[in-house]
């Protein structure tokens, strides 16, 4: 059962319009599938999908989009483990070497940068799976999206230095406690979401940072061999997952 | 009979073939379990060559959310991945019945009046 290269085209950009647009994963892939099957019958009969669809394929999502509910606890869930998930990075970072101390701007920023984050990650999708783009504008897209990630986070580190505010200094227990519950988060997390994506990315971060406090280098030798360790891991990581998938050949899903 | 429109919208002819189109999906499956492709076929058959293929799943989502019809997934003898079949509830029966009787009405009055204005036409031309 195969259809042709246009028709998956629009089904792949149809199946991120509607996650982008905050449709249940489940009821989007069902709306796709039948489509799918639909299609399929169709192309083994001459027809193509302008036929089918009748309407400009953007068009034609949107009035799909429109009688799909708005799925309020996928969004929650996601923004649930996007401000945990950054927090409980940082804070497991700052465990290992040392000690964890949160600021009440970096309590409040994380969140309020997640969810500018998201909403722009889902306003980006939305749009270039409405419209058809060459390879430059794609790319440039991508480029202007992740450059307003980065200074985000910079708005946030600057505005923390910036600005005295309280800040909570963990005890050792603390330490301990916090470490177990970020632990745990990830580990929740993983298994809710049925991907090892999270833990392996927290691994490849965390180890060259314990490998590196046990060598007992200078402080210029071991962030230079704790850079090399994380981007040659996550580097190898990507390289790997990148070849399982082209060799399956499934939807990718976003986030 | 009476018909009100919301202040602002007009009802285009696109909207009256939707629901038009809505009542005779219904139909079709009321007379038993079937699928999206199949339900174009069906429609073909009875020359509503007028609708465009794709444009019945927007009304089947809306359908589906209204309780009119359930669905099921089913693994197709020939294997690979499942179909979705629709099949009519009881909301959707009661539902079909009022369409029936609303388009037995109007598809009366529009008859005709058509035939008059066919009439008349003729009349002038003598």
Redesign the interface.
């Known amino acids: 059962?195969n259809v042709s290269k246009k028709s998956e085209t629009f089904l792949e950009s149809l199946h991120l319009y509607l996650i982008s647009s905050g449709k249940k994963e489940t009821e989007t892939r069902?709306?796709v599938?039948?489509?799918?099957?639909?299609l399929t019958?169709?192309e083994k009969e001459g027809?193509n999908v302008d036929?089918?669809?009748?309407?400009s394929p953007k068009d034609?999502m949107e009035?799909?989009s429109?009688?799909?509910?708005f799925d309020f606890r996928m969004l929650f869930s996601a923004f649930t483990i996007f401000v945990f998930g950054a927090l409980s990075y940082l804070l497991l970072g700052d465990i290992i070497s040392g000690g964890a101390q949160l600021s009440m701007i970096q309590i409040i920023g994380y969140p309020i940068l997640m969810v500018v984050y998201l909403l722009s990650l889902a306003t980006l999708l939305r749009y270039t799976s409405l419209h058809q783009f060459d390879k430059k504008k794609e790319y440039m897209l991508i480029s202007v999206f992740g450059f307003l990630k980065i200074s985000l986070f910079i708005a946030v580190i600057s505005l923390d230095q910036a600005i005295d505010s309280p800040v909570i200094v963990f005890s050792p227990l603390g330490n301990i406690i916090a470490a177990l519950l970020t632990i745990g988060f990830f580990i929740g997390a993983s298994l809710w979401a049925k991907t090892w994506i999270m833990i392996i990315t927290v691994l490849i971060m965390i180890i060259p940072e314990i490998l590196v406090q046990s060598l007992s280098l200078s402080e210029e030798a071991s962030l230079i061999t704790k850079s090399v360790l994380i981007f040659a891991g996550l580097f190898l990581y990507f390289w790997l997952l990148n070849r399982k998938e082209k060799s399956k050949e499934t939807y990718a899903t976003p986030f | 009979m009476q018909y009100s429109y919301e202040s602002g919208e007009t009802m285009s002819s696109s909207q009256i073939l939707k629901g038009i189109l809505e009542g005779c999906l219904l139909s079709i499956i009321a007379k038993g379990e079937t699928y999206g492709y199949e339900m174009i076929e069906k429609l073909d058959h009875y020359g509503f060559t007028m609708v465009k293929e794709g444009s019945i799943y927007p009304l089947l989502l809306r359908m589906k959310k209204q309780g009119l019809v359930e669905t099921s997934q089913k693994q197709l003898p020939s294997g690979g991945p499942k179909r979705k079949y629709y099949t009519i509830t009881e909301h959707g029966r009661s539902e079909l019945e009022t369409f029936k009787g609303n388009w037995e009405a109007i598809s009366t009055s529009v008859t005709k009046l058509m035939r008059e204005e066919f009439h008349s036409e003729c009349i002038k031309e003598e």
């Open positions: 059962m069902e709306i599938e039948e489509l799918r099957d639909h019958e169709a027809k036929d089918i669809i009748g309407l034609y009035q799909v429109r009688e799909m509910p």
